[in-house]
């Protein structure tokens, strides 16, 4: 079991950051691949972002490449979003999960309860 809950949302205006963590317990978190999801009001959840479990390769959706940066700490048992140049487009509630299975292919078993991002234009 991983239990996981995201912090770090909030109102910011466009163009400005937020830094997303989540947090984890449970046991071997560093098995898990961990990814970032948003939803935004009336639309389906999307993928964002995920780390493998050594951190060592990360992949991003088209739509925050160079904007959006994921990384995690092991000893920390926490993971990171830094979001950079927010647009309004971004406002979402964003999920951390906690998944296994090979690149391109996981299966997030585990999620967060979600933190609200908002951005004003």
């Known amino acids: 079991q991983v239990q996981l809950v995201e912090s770090g949302g909030g109102l910011v205006q466009a163009g400005g950051s937020l830094r997303l963590s989540c947090a984890a317990s449970?046991?071997?978190?560093?098995?898990?691949?961990m990814g970032w999801f948003r939803q935004a009001p009336g639309k389906e959840r999307e993928f964002v972002a995920v780390?493998?479990?050594?951190?060592?390769?990360?992949y991003y959706a088209d739509s925050v490449k160079g904007r959006f940066t994921i990384s995690r700490d092991n000893v920390k048992n926490t993971v990171y979003l830094q979001m950079n140049s927010l647009k309004p487009e971004d406002t979402a509630v964003f999920y951390c999960?906690?998944?296994?299975?090979?690149?391109?292919?996981?299966?997030?078993?585990?999620w967060g309860q979600g933190t609200q991002v908002t951005v004003s234009s």
């Open positions: 780390v493998t479990w050594s951190g060592g390769s990360t």
């Open positions: 449970g046991r071997r978190f560093s098995r898990y691949a």
């Open positions: 999960a906690a998944g296994l299975g090979s690149s391109g292919n996981y299966k997030y078993d585990y």
